[in-house]
């Protein structure tokens, strides 16, 4: 299948064009603008849900539980996973992904994982790519699942239009995630597992959040496993996302490109001066090992490189 093709593809919603254009993007880092440029356009149209929380918070179970009940609204809904451990490792949801992998969108659910290989921490340009990707292939919803440790809680809010943090009660992680700062970035709190001890203590901590922070984010106690409680904070996102003031939706907008742009220009510098250098910095290496240069001697050169 040529590029054209997978072009065409993307268009017409055809799941194994989407598939494979973002396993393209994600293989031929230098030349994804092979399919970005032509399909960018289209793109825009999408509502972009951020989904991210602890390891092993429920993020996939309950990712999955709000893209089928939107789904039964009559929407579409593409979901990318970036999750290197266990991918929608759950016996049923996995069967589907297989099922939604290689067929059709009878269903109107495509979900993709994507590897964090080569990420230095955080979402990546390959994976922003999936999101135009899915968005111009008329998904209504893009759902983006990240394990919320490192930098990734906060490059999820550069990307969506709207981020759900979602929290368990018990293991110490109530604290932990205030210390993560990934309770600034929530427009919607998920007490998920809230068929466990803790609850209380947990919506203590964060209604004592909210009141320091003057943030009137809702809470919703959801046990992902059963479905218990999705339904309410589904309502709630769709009524959000689609009554959402221009103005903050269009900041969110701006700040997802100048964030992609960044990372575009970074990725291409770092390929450049790769492959310019012939991959090998052992020379440069040992001299800041020895003393001899500092690390900010030796990338001022190797940044030379990108001018010649
Ligand atoms: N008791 C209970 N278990 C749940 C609930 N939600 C998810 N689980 C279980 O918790 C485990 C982890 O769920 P996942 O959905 O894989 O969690 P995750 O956050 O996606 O995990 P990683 O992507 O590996 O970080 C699974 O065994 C789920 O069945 C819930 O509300 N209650
Ligand atoms: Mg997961």
Redesign the pocket.
Known sequence: MNIDDIVRGIFQQNIRSVAKGISFVENNPSEADLIVNPIFEKTGNARIIGIT???????????DKIARIINQKGLSVGVI?I?P??????GAVLGDRIRMNSLSTVEGIYIRSMATRGMLGGLNRACLDAVDILDAAGFDYILV?T?GVGQDEVDIVKVSDLNIV?LVPGMGDDIQALKAGIMEIADIFAV?????NGVDKLLTILNHFKTISEKDTPIFQ?????GKGVNDLVNFLVNTVNKKDTKSINERRQERLKYRLVKIIQEKSVDLILSKSGRNFDDEINSILSRKKTPYDVANKLMELLCK
Do not use: M, Y
């Open positions: 929380g602890s390891p092993g918070a429920g993020k996939s179970t309950l990712t996973a999750d451990s266990s991918p929608f490792s759950g699942e394990v979602v998920n597992k809230s068929d466990r959801t046990v992902a496993t059963s």
